[in-house]
């Protein structure tokens, strides 16, 4: 365990991370990150604390769940700074799922705009349109928009 005097106060950690107090408040009730209480019950993080944070923010901008994110954080060391081998490991378990959103944009963006993109919403040009409802033996929802993965055609 680190000396509290090598510790971040929430305005140190706020500033560093670019990231609002309310949500290292939410990230630490959440379990993403953690405190230690000074003798004034003051939060202090340790240094490695904004490189999860950094993690956190990068994977929620990519559109994983909190849940994900907290999974993946589970398996990094809360002692030390996670190494660079803590971090290629997390990036191999998430290309198959990364993979599978960049195809699902790049769908969504090259049916979608083709259809709204011109303003006419005909559904004799669209894209997406389903006559007769062909699409229904590849299961419920917008088969077209799914990634590939997932049985998208």
């Given amino acids: 365990m680190t000396r509290l005097a090598e510790h971040l106060s929430i305005g140190q950690v706020a500033e560093r ?18 405190s230690e209480r000074s003798a004034g019950n003051q939060r202090r993080y340790p240094r490695s604390v904004l490189r999860r944070i950094a993690f956190i923010r990068a994977a929620q901008r990519v559109g994983l769940s909190l849940e994900d994110i907290s999974s993946a ?3 990094l060391p809360e002692d030390h700074a996670p ?3 803590d971090w290629a490991r997390l990036s191999r378990d998430w290309q198959h799922e990364l993979d599978a959103r960049i195809d699902a944009l790049q769908r ?13 919403l005909s559904l004799r040009s669209c894209a997406l349109y389903n006559s007769d409802d062909e699409l229904a033996r590849f299961g419920p929802g917008a088969s077209k928009l799914r990634p590939a993965v997932e049985g998208g055609i």
């Fill in 17 to 34: 991370s670019g990231v609002p107090h309310t949500a290292l408040r939410f990230y630490e009730e959440k379990g993403l990150i953690s």
């Fill in 73 to 75: 954080l589970a398996t």
């Fill in 83 to 85: 190494t660079k081998a």
């Fill in 108 to 120: 969504l963006r090259d049916r979608l705009t083709g259809c709204v993109g011109c303003g006419c």
